[in-house]
């Protein structure tokens, strides 16, 4: 009805029509033009302020739809339309066939969800998905960790071999069933994955890990050691290292970070303690110590190994990360290693943008962020702070999950780093429900919203309750349960890694001494 264009019409809504369904009208004899409503409106005369009437209060209420056109569904691809529709014309509701061919949801094998208001499946290309990168991001409580984990397990069963930089230990989880879903409605059955967690940190921090991750510390260059410290290391400190590192290396014999640090201690240059208060950090965390982690076991198909960092100073995290990834880069570009995907959980502080922070980590993520496709090293960054993760790197991932995001900061940052952000998307994006998602890529025609399916595995990431009912407890079952498991952890500890790191013993706190003061 009214005035219609190439781009949008009205139309006059006769049954139920919620904003965001899709509709088709006739393009001519055999077409249809393929639209999304975008908007919808309700007016009733007898209740207008310039016309109110008590003795006409049946006047005839209509709703307007307001339809957004998407293109011309012609020989199963998605064509612009050149000629407006015609007033007059009827409107139907877009059936399932056409959806899928129109927007493309139909080609892939990543199954993440159903299509918001329908029962249709929507799946991503796996190969492109993994090579062209991806980011998820939302605010804090949005589900952003549980639909990382939906595509984490997809990426799984169609063999691709996962590292996930883990800060918190939230995706352990993995290993096991979930128990929680409509598993019925999105047609899942819960199972576990082939998980293996790894962690920088020393046996006390990490009881539950499955191995320890290690360094090979041993003649390592100048460079591979600057890769690993901060950006606001000094031009002046990066040369007390490389004259060190040359000194140690003149005589052919090995070394490793202490004969470094004792190389430095000798250089006459003030900037020397800049720089072994860096190299100390990263001796003391343990990292280079007992028997390297094989890069090779890092990336096997249908496995994911996690890097998990619970126990490691943030400091020292970038510097892991970057020695990590660069290691991993550059034996994939020998083919010395499988292809992949890395996984980089609250991308923020490993990829900080300029202005927000620095990190070590930065300068080797935004080369595979340019140039992992070309050597099947795929990408996935995830954060509930967009604005504060680097641009470069998220424009260079093709397909974005975004669910719920309200900081205005974040907003603009997804509008300048995404294509194709309108005003009408960023109101979307900011009344979200949890556990659904905006899905922007290039392999789907059109932005659509999608309710993430359940997991399969278990949800690591729940937060944990502070306010209880008012009782003191001593501790739930589930805390005695995890209390039993720690310690059963610590006991093996020792049979994870005959070089994990030394052992400490519980000391006496003075307890018994002030019993027997006491009498008791």
């Known amino acids: 009805m009214g005035e219609t264009s190439a781009l949008e019409f009205k139309f006059l809504i006769a049954d139920e029509a919620r904003r965001g369904s899709y509709v088709k009208v006739k393009d001519g004899s055999k077409d249809w033009v393929f639209a999304q409503v975008v908007d919808v409106t309700r007016s009733n005369v007898a209740y207008s302020l310039s016309m109110i009437d008590e003795d ?72 492109s ?77 990490a009881p539950h890990a499955d191995r320890y991750f290690r360094f090979n510390g041993k003649n390592m260059t100048a460079r591979e050691i600057s890769a690993m410290l901060p950006e606001d290391v000094t031009n002046s400190q990066k040369g007390v290292l490389y004259e060190g590192i040359k000194i140690l290396g003149a005589d052919g014999s090995d070394y ?20 072994i208060g860096h190299l ?6 343990g990292i280079f110590s007992g028997r390297p982690t094989d890069l090779v076991d890092l990336l096997q198909r249908g496995r994911a190994s996690i890097i998990d960092m619970t126990g490691v100073p943030p400091d020292l995290q970038g510097m892991i990360v970057a020695k990590l ?50 050597f099947g090293l795929g990408l996935l960054v995830i954060s509930q702070r967009p604005a504060r993760v680097d641009k470069n790197v ?50 789907i025609e059109h932005p659509v919203t999608v309710k993430i399916r359940p997991r399969k595995s278990r949800h690591g990431g729940v937060s944990t309750p502070i306010v209880g009912n008012g009782k003191a407890r001593s501790g739930t079952k589930a805390d005695k349960r995890t209390k039993r498991s720690t310690a059963s952890s610590q006991a093996k500890g020792a049979e994870k890694s005959p070089d994990a790191g030394p052992k400490y013993e519980k000391k006496d706190t003075g307890g018994s001494f002030l019993r027997k003061i006491l009498g008791k």
């Open 325 to 374: 990834l660069s290691d991993l880069f550059e034996a994939r570009k020998r083919g010395r290693v499988n292809p992949g995907m890395v996984v980089v959980e609250e991308a923020h502080n490993y990829i900080p943008e300029r202005g927000s922070g620095k990190a070590a980590s930065t300068a080797i993520i935004r080369t595979i962020a340019a140039e992992g496709r070309k």
């Open 256 to 275: 490793d970070l202490e004969d470094v640090i004792g190389q430095a201690e000798k250089d006459t240059s003030k900037a020397k303690w800049g720089l």
């Open 129 to 205: 998905f993994v090579q062209k990168h991806c980011s998820i991001l939302a605010k804090t409580g949005s589900g952003k960790s549980y639909t990382a984990a939906v595509v984490l397990e997809e990426l799984l069963e169609k063999g691709v071999a996962l590292l996930i930089i883990d800060p918190h230990g939230e995706y352990a989880s993995m290993k096991q069933k979930n128990t929680k879903g409509d598993f019925v409605k999105y047609g899942v059955k819960p199972k576990g994955y082939n998980v293996t967690v790894y962690s920088p940190a020393n046996q006390v921090d």
């Open 394 to 443: 998220i424009s260079q991932c093709n397909t974005q999950i975004i669910l719920r995001v309200t900081n205005p900061n974040d907003l603009r940052a997804l509008s300048k780093g995404i294509e194709g952000m309108s005003s009408e998307l960023e109101e979307d994006i900011k009344r979200l429900p949890p556990g659904t998602a905006m899905l922007v890529s290039n392999e």
């Open 56 to 127: 006409n209060l049946e006047a005839k209420e209509r709703v307007l739809g307001l339809a957004r056109v998407i293109g011309v569904a012609s020989g199963g691809k998605l064509q612009m339309l050149t000629n407006p529709p015609r007033p007059g014309d009827p409107v139907q509701r877009a059936d399932a066939g056409l959806i899928e061919r129109a927007l493309g949801l139909s080609k892939g094998n990543l199954y993440i969800g159903l299509l918001d208001g329908h029962d249709l499946k929507v799946r991503l290309e796996a190969d």
């Open 280 to 285: 100390e950090a990263l001796v003391e965390l």
